[in-house]
């Protein structure tokens, strides 16, 4: 499916651009910067060292929130939307009528390796989409387009300056990094059942949108890539409903809050 497509099917029933940003995000188009920040559940708060936050206004959808932030001469656009694919890809397939010229991913990651702890930072080389909403994107009919199972890149260029970026930071403070081949699921409670056969897929990590919005990215013709915080290991018994000890989540918190903005700025500045 192209956004020509997308944005014809809306307007077909009354609607225009300005409709489309206020319902989707809130806000005009205009009121989005250039560089966006998008993340399911974090709020600026989480990220302090970003700049100042002014909050414009919630969207039709309670769980949207938008704030611009400055920082320097780096103006950003941050948009948290709820978790899950449905609430995430609506929001950034509306950036494609605002100026937005980059996203950056940021959220919680689960490890599926041993080797990857609670609080390291893992850059997705891309994701295996295990969600449901991506379909409406793969195709112009509903019919043959089943797109799960299937990886979903990011930006190979914004890939390159996030890793390049990542690499020297995490260098510098003594915090651990890593690629990340991930599965994008739909679900926390169902996924323990399947585990082993995600793993046997080749990932190494287990989140819940970075697929979809990989794959919108695309389709608005917007760089996209994610940089993402490991909230639990499974396969040592740490998951998400029990096992993680208070000294691995601090740990996690401190990563967010002191590398995650400089790995944001230095990669919107790049």
Known sequence: ??????????????????????????????????????????????????????????????????????????????????????????????????????????????????????????????SICGDGASRYLANKTLKNNDVFGKKIFPDSNLLDIVVNVTDKICLDNKVKWHRGKAFSIDTIFAQFAHIDEIMSMGCNVIEMETASAFLAAKVINVPIAAILSVSDNTVINKSLISGRLRQEMDYRKYVRRELFPRIILETFRN
């Open 1 to 126: 499916m192209d956004y020509k497509g997308l944005l014809a099917g809306i307007k077909k029933y009354g609607s225009n651009e300005n409709d489309i940003c206020v319902h989707g995000l809130g806000i005009t188009p205009e009121q989005v910067q250039e560089h966006v920040v998008i993340a399911p559940w974090w709020e600026p708060t989480s990220l302090p060292g970003l700049g100042i936050a002014e909050y414009l206004s919630e969207s039709d959808y309670s769980a949207i929130k938008i704030w611009n932030i400055i920082s320097d001469e780096t103006k950003i656009t941050y948009i948290k939307t709820g978790i899950g694919t449905p609430v995430l890809m609506d929001a950034l397939l509306t950036l494609g009528v605002t100026q937005c010229k980059q996203i950056l991913f940021v959220g919680s990651v689960g490890s599926l390796d041993e080797n990857i702890g609670i609080g390291d930072i893992v850059i997705p080389e891309y």
